[in-house]
């Protein structure tokens, strides 16, 4: 047994670990905490800054409990647009040296996850390779970055087509512990708070595993109006949000609203 998570990484560090025991700690960790906090990275290095940054904070010492493959740096770092110009053997090249030197979980960043049919298999190689969920945003055609919003153009998705693409993933899925994270981008396409709700609930009756919301205004109160209205939902599932745009919302206002995970 373990008195706290940190000597419970210790011992992994120290041992290593495997693609099963690293995939399934995003879902322990969900069970066990009511706030994950998850960090992007794009190579080994930005990995193992974020296994190994720990901060005194009060009497207790923080850390993140994840990592976060983007799209957006990964693409930048190697020289590239983010406009889905990576391919996803390349995206896995960028996580097996992630994998290499670290032992936290990661949640990867898939864009809008292509084609049904492509997404398939995307969803078996992450599985299969120990990364723990893959969040896909409910949009066609050309990538566009979505702190754009509205400025350039972007298509969002059906609802049953999204739906379809959450369906059929969770169906080829390798193992149960793998999760599938719908991100509904009504607000940053202006929408409305409706639109929003009506596909959050769509997806998760599809079977989506997490939902994230996300928003370009600063003052963040689309957030916090969707947090509010999606804690009055009969089923729900984890809740994430990227607050990027509005970072003056602490963790615990955000933990109090009813969210589970922070992409930093």
Not at 40 to 69: C, K, P, Q, Y
Not at 87 to 115: A, Y
Not at 156 to 176: A, H
Request: aromatic share 6%.
């Amino acid at each position: 047994s373990f008195s706290t998570s940190s000597s419970m990484d210790e011992a992994l560090r120290s041992l290593g670990t495997t693609p099963t025991v690293r995939l399934n700690r995003l879902r322990r960790l969900l069970d066990a905490k009511p706030l994950i906090r998850v960090c992007e990275v794009h190579n080994g290095l930005s990995g193992l800054i974020v296994e190994n940054t720990r901060v005194e904070r009060d009497t207790s010492e923080v850390e993140f409990d994840a990592m976060w493959s983007s799209s957006l740096t990964d693409s930048t770092a190697k020289g590239l647009p983010d406009i889905e110009a990576v391919d996803v053997t390349s995206r896995l090249n960028s996580v097996n040296q992630i994998f290499e030197v670290t032992t936290k979980p990661m949640i990867f960043d898939g864009d809008t996850g292509g084609k049904i049919e492509h997404f398939e298999f995307t969803v078996r190689s992450l599985d299969r390779v120990g990364v723990s969920a893959i969040i896909i945003e409910d949009k066609v055609g050309d990538k566009r970055n979505s702190l754009f919003g509205s400025d350039v153009y972007q298509e969002q998705d059906t609802i049953e087509n999204f739906s379809k693409k959450i369906n059929e993933g969770k169906k080829s899925q390798v193992t149960s512990d793998f999760m599938i994270i719908a991100r509904v981008e009504s607000l940053i396409l202006q929408k409305g708070m409706d639109d929003a709700l009506n596909r959050t609930k769509a997806y998760i009756a599809a079977g989506a595993d997490g939902i994230m919301i996300h928003s370009k205004e600063k003052d963040g109160k689309e957030v916090i109006n969707f947090c509010e209205k999606f804690q009055q939902f009969e089923t729900k599932v984890p809740l994430i949000v990227e607050p990027s745009n509005f970072a003056h919302i602490t963790e615990t206002e955000l933990q109090d609203l009813g969210v589970n995970v922070i992409i930093y």
